[in-house]
């Protein structure tokens, strides 16, 4: 049985600041007995969008190279939730997660594939495929405490996604967000539970959770939730930590005695 902790915060426009957060995080969690730490989508960076590339970096970039730095550090399984990636087509970036071994090797590479061009009625419209391209592979990589399938926020409102995961074998969904408020109040747990049910995985779910700007507030609640679509874990208000344990015995009793995954007829 291993912990894991889903981080929670409150990054903003100052990249130095988010990124000396998001350590105190991981060293806390690992101190508590995390074996692996997730930390939220956009979690070295949100500011204004005029700026968001010039607050992009490549996967060897000083942001991504302290996190495997930090990893090998703490010796943890460490999902870097996502960052502002340079080298799409068109001038464009990527959104893109990376899940980093123990020893500071790169264990996965998810660009976000669904992309969040919506109006939810909070007085935003959000277009992130205007500056971001979305990312074509399913990724799912192998980690001490079971095998991660990895995903971004706005991904989790497409369950075809976390079924493919669960074919190629994921016992574990990670879910590193910034769900907006009006969002997040009425889907964000529900949906992290359906998830889990469905897939008789556990889910890591890292939050953006707080006042980021006088524009942008997101939801919070980052949480871990186990096979049976049960909340083992939550985030309280602003930065902070869930952590729960991986049962594997556990998993492996829910998926026996009620075997859903063995009975889909559509792939």
């Known amino acids: 049985?291993?912990?894991?902790?889903?981080?929670?915060?409150?990054?903003?426009?100052?990249?130095?600041?988010?990124v000396e957060a998001a350590t105190r995080l991981v060293r806390r969690a690992s101190e508590l007995g995390a074996r692996l730490v997730?930390?939220?989508e956009n979690f070295a960076w949100m500011g204004p969008e005029p700026e968001r590339q010039g607050a992009a970096e490549g996967l060897d970039g000083p942001t991504l190279?302290?996190?495997?730095?930090?990893?090998?550090?703490?010796?943890?399984?460490?999902?870097?939730?996502?960052?502002?990636?340079?080298?799409?087509?068109?001038?464009?970036l990527y959104n893109t997660s990376v899940l980093f071994g123990p020893d500071g090797e790169r264990l996965g590479v998810y660009r976000k594939m669904h992309?969040?061009?919506?109006?939810?009625?909070?007085?935003?419209?959000?277009?992130?495929?205007?500056?971001?391209a979305p990312g074509t592979e399913v990724v799912a990589a192998d980690t001490e405490v079971g095998r991660l399938g990895m995903s971004v926020c706005y991904d989790l409102r497409f369950?075809?996604?976390?079924?493919r995961l669960s074919k190629d074998?994921?016992?574990?969904?990670?879910?590193?967000?910034?769900?907006?408020?009006?969002?997040?109040?009425?889907?964000?747990?529900?949906?992290?539970?359906?998830?889990?049910i469905e897939n008789q995985a556990y889910v890591l779910a890292p939050a953006q959770g707080g006042r980021h700007s006088?524009?942008?507030?997101?939801?919070?609640?980052?949480?871990?939730?186990?096979?049976?679509?049960?909340?083992?874990?939550r985030a309280s208000e602003g930065e902070g930590l869930a952590l729960a344990p991986v049962d594997p015995a556990l998993q492996a009793r829910i998926r026996r005695d009620l075997p859903c995954l063995r009975h889909r007829r559509l792939d």
């Not at 996502?82 to 799409?88: F, N, P, Y």
């Not at 574990?172 to 967000?177: G, I, N």
């Not at 524009?215 to 939730?225: C, S």
């Open 115 to 132: 992309l969040f061009d919506v109006e939810v009625g909070d007085g935003a419209t959000y277009q992130e495929s205007a500056a971001v």
């Open 65 to 92: 190279s302290r996190m495997a730095e930090l990893a090998r550090e703490r010796k943890v399984t460490l999902l870097a939730g996502s960052v502002l990636e340079t080298g799409a087509p068109g001038g464009r």
């Open 169 to 196: 074998g994921a016992t574990l969904l990670a879910v590193p967000a910034a769900f907006t408020m009006m969002t997040g109040k009425d889907h964000w747990e529900v949906l992290l539970r359906a998830r889990a």
């Open 214 to 233: 006088a524009q942008r507030q997101t939801y919070g609640h980052a949480m871990v939730v186990d096979p049976w679509g049960l909340v083992t874990a």
């Open 159 to 163: 369950p075809e996604l976390y079924r």
């Open 1 to 18: 049985m291993h912990l894991i902790a889903a981080a929670q915060m409150v990054s903003t426009a100052d990249k130095a600041h988010n």
């Open 38 to 40: 997730g930390l939220p």
